[in-house]
């Protein structure tokens, strides 16, 4: 049986059979989750946000998963490379770093043209 994952951004869902990890199943939605450790839960650079099924859809955080998220795993934060999806979830990627600066220098000139 296959389970429904969806990634938003961009808003794209697709089947993946139980077992496979959210990073995995990303990359077969051809949706882009920086790594830079090979999925071996040492740079951190592939933590989602699980929306939606974060009891049932992922199984139980690994013990160096708990180790390297500790208390974010209590906000739905999880690592793509070492969560494996054992039910359908919604998955929220975090904000491109050079997308979310660029974001914050527009809205602080916009609040800057307010003022005059
Ligand atoms: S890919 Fe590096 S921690 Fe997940």
Redesign the pocket.
């Known amino acids: 049986m296959e389970h429904q994952i969806k990634f938003i951004p961009p808003g794209k869902t697709i089947k993946v059979r139980p077992g496979s990890s959210v990073?995995h199943a990303a990359r077969e939605a051809r949706v882009f989750i920086a790594?830079?450790?090979?999925?071996?839960?040492?740079?951190?650079?592939?933590k989602v946000e699980v929306v939606q099924g974060r009891e049932s859809a992922l199984t139980p955080p690994s013990d160096a998963e708990r180790y390297?998220l500790g208390p974010l795993l209590e906000q739905g934060i999880r690592?793509?490379?070492?969560a494996r999806i054992c039910g359908s979830a919604e998955v929220k990627l975090p904000e491109d770093p050079l997308k979310a600066a660029i974001r914050k220098q527009l809205e602080k000139q916009s609040a800057d043209d307010e003022l005059w």
Not at 35 to 46: D, F, W
Request: hydrophobic share 35%.
């Open positions: 990073l790594t830079r450790c090979g999925g071996n839960a040492g740079c951190l650079m592939c390297k690592l793509a490379c070492q």
